[in-house]
């Protein structure tokens, strides 16, 4: 017993921070885990659909909640997160850090954007899940 308490102080004074961010990194891996296996098993659906509709005019599911500014903000927001212009600010961040000397940086800074990518592709590939069809899908150009 003396053992343990002796381990568990010596991590507690030297390691309490590291320990807490492996079990939150844990925890994390097995929440996703666990919504990944009832997304495949389709147990999500119902859920998925509530939300969906909720955020929806009741007699047109065409028309979102909310005034049209809400809408367009919400487009502009989403359209950040397109391919061009994450590459386009992936590149320039990449490029000051060049010209700043942190080359090192800025190899983990393109590291980190790919593997993301790629983790995100293998993801939606594995996933495989249609677009709800509840509500009509567009874009306004």
Known sequence: ??????LFAWLGA?????????????AGVWMFVELADEV???ETTSADDRLLLALRVPNDTS???GPSWVE?????V???GGAGVL??????SAGFLVIQRSTHLAAYLLAAVASGTIVSTVLKLGFDR????????GQIV
């Open 63 to 65: 028309d979102p909640v």
């Open 1 to 6: 017993m003396a053992i343990a308490s002796r």
């Open 130 to 137: 249609p677009r709800p069809d509840l509500v009509p899908h």
């Open 78 to 80: 989403t359209g950040l």
């Open 87 to 92: 590459t386009l600010l992936t590149l320039a």
């Open 72 to 76: 367009d903000i919400a487009r502009d």
């Open 40 to 42: 495949l098993e389709g």
């Open 14 to 26: 030297r390691e309490a921070g590291t320990l807490a961010a492996l079990l939150l990194a844990a």
